[in-house]
């Protein structure tokens, strides 16, 4: 299979918007004291900036899936593709960790290990190495059972059964644990529950290989067909999410409520709406070719090396910021989470700042991933196929 162009492009779009909550997450006035979907202290437009982020992880999960799945189509050879994963895998697992994790925090000391969405793609793809030879309507329900399952593991009670639960507790829910009394292991991204993502990304893939007009009808079905079940199942309040809605102030304050969805783990509602909007998305790429589609495509055409380096343009823009706001390097606090964020002290910049800064990184952004796409097409370097 060539390279699909709507999935650079969807794939580009949802990057762009993952610097957004990166920008937020690292600079915004209140990020460290606040969450955003708070509907106590929140605000709309503090609410929407985080809502729209959220089709970043899914989409970025699902499309690696997919990205497997021609993987293996165009090298028709099992063995080597099985190889592949669980090297590739593995090496995210690596840079997660190190260089990745350096990129968040900015602590040299690493006390805190956070494993997120590089690693969970990375444990997928190993999983994925041992079962890609399963036809691919085992590999799509065994990704639905976990989507539409995993939610039923919080009624289930463990706490008579330690063992169990400790070693099930860290694969399906997001939760925290010491290593050493100076050192913190994160696990942000639950891997079971993304792992569901990316099978079903995996077992999507044939759809790729339909002709356009029966992919872009098949993509809209699929897309509205989970939006009206996410709506149906989230109007009655009873599954698809930990979080039920209720009534609020107001009436967009209730309707931020019904959208207000679980992400750390991904809920089955959450999953839904998300990559109902992906299918969409793709649906409508294809038409999308214009100078600015053709611009988010290019982020697209190289996700992980524009993964790697963003970190490592907004992280130094915080510290610069800082400077500006007065602070000394003496006062920045890396230790504790706080991206070297003073204590104790106000910081960072008002969301209307979070905006700019974000439009200006994605522009310092596209210079150097259209360099490496130009490069990356042009060479057959082995260490390419993994940045």
Same mark, same amino acid.
């Given at each position: ?43 709309? =437009? ?82 994925? =190495? ?133 992400k750390y783990p991904p809920s089955l509602l959450f999953c839904l709406i998300t990559l109902g909007i992906m299918f969409i998305i793709l649906a409508l790429a294809e038409q999308a070719k214009n100078r600015v589609a053709n611009f988010i495509s290019v982020f697209g055409k190289v996700p992980f090396f524009f993964y790697l380096i963003h970190w490592y343009i907004i992280h130094p823009l915080l510290i610069v910021i800082l400077f500006i706001q007065g602070f000394h390097w003496a006062d920045l606090d890396f230790d504790s989470g706080n991206f070297g964020r003073p204590k104790g002290v106000e910081s960072g910049l008002e ?37």
């Amino acid at each position: 299979m060539k390279r699909i162009y709507s999935i650079d492009f969807t794939r580009g779009l949802v990057m762009i918007l993952m610097v957004l909550d990166h920008v937020r997450d690292l600079m915004h006035v209140s990020s460290i004291t606040q969450n955003p979907v708070d509907l106590l202290t929140t605000t709309p =437009s503090l609410f929407f900036t985080r809502l729209i982020t959220h089709l970043c992880a899914p989409i970025f999960v699902f499309l690696a899936g997919t990205s497997a799945y021609i993987l293996f189509i165009n090298r028709q050879n099992p063995e080597q593709s099985r190889k592949f994963l669980i090297k590739r895998g593995f090496w995210l697992l690596f840079l997660e960790f190190t260089l990745i994790n350096f990129g968040v925090w900015f602590d040299i000391g690493f006390h805190t290990y956070l494993f997120q969405v590089i690693a969970a793609i990375g444990c997928g793809l190993i999983i994925l =190495s041992f079962i890609q030879r399963l036809s691919l309507v085992t590999i799509g329900i065994t990704g639905l059972t976990i989507i539409f399952g995993h939610n039923l593991l919080s009624t289930i009670p463990l706490e008579g059964i330690p063992v169990i639960k400790a070693i099930l507790t860290p694969l399906f829910i997001t939760t925290a644990f010491p290593i050493t009394a100076q050192t913190t292991f994160i696990m942000g991204y639950p891997p079971i529950p993304w792992l569901g993502i990316l099978l079903i990304g995996f077992a999507s893939g044939r759809l790729f290989e339909l002709p356009e007009d029966k992919r872009k009808s098949t993509f809209l079905k699929i897309g509205f067909g989970s939006l009206i079940l996410f709506i149906f199942l989230r109007f009655i309040n009873i599954y698809g999410d930990p979080s039920l809605w209720s009534v609020q102030k107001n009436n967009l304050f209730t309707f931020l409520s019904f959208v207000n969805l679980t992400k750390y783990p991904p809920s089955l509602l959450f999953c839904l709406i998300t990559l109902g909007i992906m299918f969409i998305i793709l649906a409508l790429a294809e038409q999308a070719k214009n100078r600015v589609a053709n611009f988010i495509s290019v982020f697209g055409k190289v996700p992980f090396f524009f993964y790697l380096i963003h970190w490592y343009i907004i992280h130094p823009l915080l510290i610069v910021i800082l400077f500006i706001q007065g602070f000394h390097w003496a006062d920045l606090d890396f230790d504790s989470g706080n991206f070297g964020r003073p204590k104790g002290v106000e910081s960072g910049l008002e969301l209307w700042a979070i905006y700019i800064i974000w439009i200006g990184v994605v522009l310092i952004l596209y210079y150097p991933c259209r360099k490496y796409c130009v490069y990356k097409a042009g060479h057959q370097k082995w260490w390419l196929k993994y940045i």
